[in-house]
């Protein structure tokens, strides 16, 4: 953006970008109540040191149940990347990034019976069980392990 004089303001190219890349998923039904699901997803960008854009992510889940007890289990590993604002103009160099990170995380849950609410649920949730040390913008850490225990009614 340049500001006047003379009016009115304008906007000024000052660089460009380019993102390629290619996504897939893979999901297979065991049975009504087993599944398992894979992805990947491969990022290449011009310039190179674009923020948020990791090379690679994969994840994998997987899913089932006995009865009104179901559990979910999913994990994902994120490549290193560079991060914050980069500079507009094309000689501008972004130099902050972020290491690669693998998360794990869980979910235990229990169908309630229909005289709670359709479908309601209460549900133990752990999340970042290897409690992996990531951050997703240098010098703020993400939680490590934690715990959430809730209900989902619904009616």
Do not use: H, I, K
């Amino acid at each position: 953006f340049e500001p006047p004089p003379p009016p009115p303001p304008t906007y000024t190219n000052r660089g460009s970008q380019d993102t390629d890349g290619v996504e897939a998923t893979l999901r297979y039904e065991f049975s009504p109540a087993a599944s398992v699901f894979l992805g990947a997803t491969w990022l290449n960008g011009t310039p190179a040191d674009l923020p948020y854009l990791p090379d690679a992510s994969y994840v994998a889940g997987l899913s089932g149940g006995w009865g009104p007890l179901r559990y979910s289990l999913d994990a994902e590993y994120r490549s290193s990347m560079y991060v914050l604002s980069r500079g507009r103009a094309s000689t501008a160099a972004n130099t902050e990034q972020v290491g690669a990170s693998f998360l794990l995380n869980g979910r235990l849950f229990y169908t309630l019976p229909p005289d709670f609410g359709r479908s309601s649920e209460v549900f133990v949730a752990l999340d970042n069980l290897t409690n992996a040390e990531y951050e997703y913008r240098p010098g703020y850490p993400m939680p490590g392990t934690s715990v959430l225990v809730g209900v989902n009614l619904r009616f």
